[in-house]
C-alpha cells in the first residue's frame, strides 16, 4: 500500500515518540480474543514448534504473548509476519467490492519494519522474529518447519485464506489455528477465507468469541500430516 501524505505524517510522529506511545504493549486483539490466543499458547505450549502471528501490526500482541511463552519457562520461536506497510492494495479492492468500507483502506499503513523492532525491543521483546512479507505471495519455505500455534490477524478474505494454506501443512499434532474478525457482522471479510479454507479441506467451522478455530488431530502421527 503506498502511503499517503497523511500516513507519513502519522508514521514519522509515530517513529518520532515511539518511545512514550509504546511504553505499554498496545495488543489490537479485544480482550476476549487476547485471551482465546493466550490460552492456546498456554495448551499447545508440549506441542513442538514455532509460534508464527500472521499480521502483527505494531507487534503488541506478539511482546505480549512473547512474554507470556517467557513465563511459563517455555522456549519457542514467535515468528510475526506483516507487510509493515498495510494491506495490499488488490486484495483491499477484492474486499472493497463486496462490502469492506474504503474508510478503512489506509488502517496500517502507518508503520515500517523498523519501527516494530525498536517497539519489540523497548517492549523487553528483543527476540521476536520478525518477516517483511505479503503473505499471499511470501515462499511458504520461510515460514518455521513446524509450528505448534498460529494467529492469522490480516482482516482480508483472500491473505487469510493463503495463510491458511501455507501454515496448515506445517502444523505439528495438537497444534493450534485462531483467525481473527470471523464474526459475521464485522466490516472486514476474514471469515470468507477462513470458510473457503474449511471448505477446501472439508474442515469442521468452529468459532469462538468471533475467531475461527482449527485445531491439528493430537492423534495424528507425526510426518503424516503434509497436505497442501
Ligand atoms: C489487525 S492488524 C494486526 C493486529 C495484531 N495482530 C495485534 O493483535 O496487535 C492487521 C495487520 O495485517 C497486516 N496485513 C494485511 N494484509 C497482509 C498481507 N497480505 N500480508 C501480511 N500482512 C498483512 C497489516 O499490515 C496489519 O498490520
Given at each position: 500500500?503506498a502511503k499517503?501524505?497523511?500516513?507519513?505524517?502519522?508514521?514519522?510522529r509515530r517513529?518520532?515518540?515511539?518511545?512514550?506511545?509504546?511504553?505499554?504493549?498496545?495488543?489490537?486483539?479485544?480482550?476476549?480474543?487476547?485471551?482465546?490466543?493466550?490460552?492456546?499458547?498456554?495448551?499447545?505450549?508440549?506441542?513442538?514448534?514455532?509460534?508464527?502471528?500472521?499480521?502483527?501490526?505494531?507487534?503488541?500482541?506478539?511482546?505480549?504473548c512473547?512474554?507470556l511463552?517467557?513465563?511459563?519457562?517455555?522456549?519457542?520461536?514467535?515468528?510475526?509476519?506483516?507487510?509493515?506497510?498495510?494491506?495490499?492494495?488488490?486484495q483491499?479492492?477484492?474486499?472493497?467490492?463486496?462490502?469492506?468500507?474504503?474508510?478503512?483502506?489506509h488502517?496500517?499503513?502507518?508503520?515500517?519494519?523498523g519501527?516494530?523492532?525498536?517497539i519489540?525491543?523497548?517492549?523487553?521483546?528483543?527476540?521476536?522474529?520478525?518477516?517483511?512479507?505479503?503473505i499471499?505471495?511470501?515462499?511458504?519455505?520461510?515460514?518455521?518447519?513446524?509450528?505448534?500455534?498460529?494467529?492469522?490477524?490480516?482482516?482480508?478474505?483472500?491473505?487469510?485464506h493463503?495463510?491458511?494454506?501455507?501454515?496448515?501443512p506445517?502444523?505439528?499434532?495438537?497444534?493450534?489455528?485462531?483467525?481473527?474478525?470471523c464474526?459475521?457482522?464485522?466490516?472486514?471479510?476474514?471469515?470468507?477465507?477462513?470458510?473457503?479454507?474449511?471448505?477446501?479441506f472439508?474442515?469442521?467451522?468452529?468459532?469462538?468469541?468471533?475467531?475461527?478455530?482449527?485445531?491439528?488431530?493430537?492423534?495424528?502421527?507425526?510426518?503424516?500430516?503434509?497436505?497442501?
Amino acid at each position: 500500500m503506498a502511503k499517503t501524505t497523511r500516513d507519513r505524517l502519522t508514521y514519522l510522529r509515530r517513529r518520532a515518540l515511539a518511545r512514550w506511545l509504546y511504553r505499554r504493549p498496545l495488543s489490537q486483539l479485544s480482550p476476549e480474543r487476547l485471551y482465546l490466543w493466550s490460552q492456546a499458547l498456554i495448551e499447545t505450549a508440549d506441542v513442538p514448534g514455532a509460534v508464527v502471528e500472521i499480521g502483527c501490526a505494531s507487534g503488541g500482541t506478539s511482546a505480549h504473548c512473547d512474554q507470556l511463552l517467557r513465563n511459563i519457562g517455555v522456549r519457542k520461536r514467535y515468528v510475526a509476519i506483516d507487510t509493515f506497510n498495510g494491506f495490499v492494495p488488490e486484495q483491499f479492492d477484492h474486499d472493497a467490492e463486496r462490502g469492506t468500507p474504503e474508510a478503512v483502506r489506509h488502517g496500517f499503513a502507518a508503520s515500517s519494519h523498523g519501527l516494530v523492532r525498536q517497539i519489540l525491543r523497548q517492549l523487553g521483546a528483543p527476540d521476536v522474529e520478525l518477516i517483511r512479507a505479503d503473505i499471499v505471495t511470501m515462499a511458504p519455505e520461510a515460514l518455521p518447519p513446524e509450528i505448534s500455534a498460529v494467529l492469522v490477524d490480516v482482516d482480508l478474505s483472500q491473505p487469510v485464506h493463503a495463510a491458511l494454506r501455507k501454515v496448515w501443512p506445517l502444523m505439528a499434532p495438537g497444534g493450534m489455528v485462531l483467525v481473527d474478525d470471523c464474526d459475521p457482522h464485522t466490516k472486514f471479510r476474514a471469515r470468507d477465507g477462513f470458510q473457503r479454507f474449511c471448505a477446501d479441506f472439508a474442515l469442521p467451522e468452529e468459532y469462538a468469541y468471533g475467531m475461527g478455530v482449527l485445531r491439528r488431530d493430537p492423534a495424528q502421527v507425526s510426518g503424516t500430516h503434509a497436505f497442501a
